[in-house]
C-alpha cells in the first residue's frame, strides 16, 4: 500500500514537472519533486524516477527557489546538495510527504469496502420481491454498510430527495442518470382463471376496448397501452375499467380476485395470489397480447 501511495505521489509530481499548473496541489508536488531531488543527490536520477526528463525538474526547482527567494540547492558536476535553507525545507518536506501518504492510505481505506448509509428507491412490488431478500446477505458482507430502502411505485428524483440509486422498472426517460440494465422482462397483458372464465379470453389486443382493463396510474399512458403483433406492427390501443391504483400490489391484487385484465411484468408469474390462487396469463395462441 505504501509503495501505491508513493506511485500516486509520483505521477503527480511528474505532471507539476512537465508544467502543473499554480496552487495548493502543485505546491505539494514541487516539494515531492524537490525531495526526491536531495534524496538521489542528482537531477538526472530524480527525473528518472518520476519518469520525466532532467530539463523539466531543472525548471521546477528552478521556480520553487525564485518563489521562496532562496537558493535551496549546491550544483556541482559530481552531484547536488542542499543549502542551509534548502536542508531546513527537506526536513519540513519529509513530514509533509509523509502526511500526505497518511491521508493517501485513509482514502484508500474508505474505498477498500462500502460503510455509511446507502439509499435505495425500487417499485414497491419488485423490491418486495427481489431486493429486500437480498439485503440480510449484504449487510453481512459488508457490516459498516447501513441501508434505507424506500419502497414506492413513483419515479423519486435521485438528487433532490437524497438517493444514492434507483431501481426502475419500464422504460427510461432520457435522463443523464448513470444506468444499467438489469433484466430484458416485456410487459404482457394477464387474468386469473376466474375472469377469463366469466368475461372470455381476448383474442386479440383490440379486444381488449371491450373487457374492465385494470390502469396503472403512473403510467404515461395509462388509458392506453401499446402492443406489438406478431409481424412487428405496434397497436395502441384505448382500454378503460373500474379500477385504477398508482400501486402496482394493489392491481396484482384486483387482478387476482378476478376484476379485470392489467399490463404485468412476467417476473410475478411464479408469485401466489391471495388465497393461494394462481394469476395466469391470458391464453393467446399467437402471443400478440404482448407490451412492446
Known amino acids: 500500500m505504501r509503495q ?27 516539494l515531492v519533486i524537490f525531495a526526491h531531488v536531495i534524496q538521489q543527490r542528482s537531477f538526472t536520477r530524480a527525473a528518472h524516477e518520476l ?12 521556480r ?21 535553507a534548502g536542508l531546513a525545507l527537506y526536513e ?7 502526511e500526505v501518504e497518511d491521508a493517501e492510505l485513509l482514502v484508500a481505506g474508505l474505498n477498500s469496502a462500502p460503510r455509511g448509509l446507502l439509499r435505495v428507491s425500487a417499485p414497491v412490488y419488485f423490491g418486495e420481491l427481489h431486493i429486500a431478500p437480498l439485503l440480510a446477505e449484504l449487510t453481512r458482507q459488508y ?15 435521485l438528487a433532490s430527495e437524497g438517493f444514492d440509486l434507483a431501481v426502475r422498472v419500464g422504460a427510461l426517460e432520457n435522463s443523464s442518470l448513470a444506468t444499467r440494465k438489469l433484466v430484458q422482462d416485456p410487459m ?12 372470455g379470453t381476448p383474442q386479440h389486443p383490440r379486444d381488449l376496448v371491450e373487457h374492465d382493463c385494470l390502469r396503472y396510474t403512473l403510467a404515461s399512458q395509462r388509458g392506453r397501452w401499446r402492443f406489438r403483433e406478431p409481424g412487428g406492427e405496434t ?16 392491481l396484482r391484487v384486483a387482478a387476482c380476485s378476478g376484476l379485470g385484465i392489467p ?28 407490451r412492446r
Open 235 to 250: 397497436l395502441y390501443i384505448p382500454v378503460t375499467g373500474s379500477f385504477d391504483s398508482d400501486h402496482s400490489g394493489a
Open 4 to 30: 501505491q501511495s508513493s506511485a500516486r505521489r509520483n505521477g503527480a509530481a511528474a505532471r507539476a514537472a512537465d508544467g502543473g499548473g499554480p496552487g495548493a496541489l502543485d505546491d505539494v508536488a514541487a
Open 143 to 157: 457490516p459498516e454498510l447501513r441501508l434505507e430502502l424506500s419502497l414506492s411505485d413513483r419515479y423519486v428524483d
Open 263 to 290: 399490463l404485468a411484468n412476467r417476473w410475478p408469474r411464479h408469485q401466489e395470489c391471495a388465497g393461494g390462487r394462481r394469476c395466469r396469463y391470458a391464453d393467446i395462441g399467437t402471443g400478440c397480447l404482448r
Open 92 to 98: 519540513h518536506c519529509l513530514r509533509i510527504l509523509r
Open 188 to 199: 404482457v397483458a394477464c387474468a386469473a382463471p376466474a375472469y377469463l372464465q366469466r368475461r
Open 51 to 62: 519518469d520525466t526528463s532532467t530539463s523539466a525538474v531543472s525548471k521546477r526547482i528552478a
Open 64 to 84: 520553487l527557489e525564485r518563489r521562496l527567494g532562496a537558493s535551496l540547492l549546491t550544483r556541482t558536476t559530481r552531484h547536488v546538495s542542499p543549502t542551509e
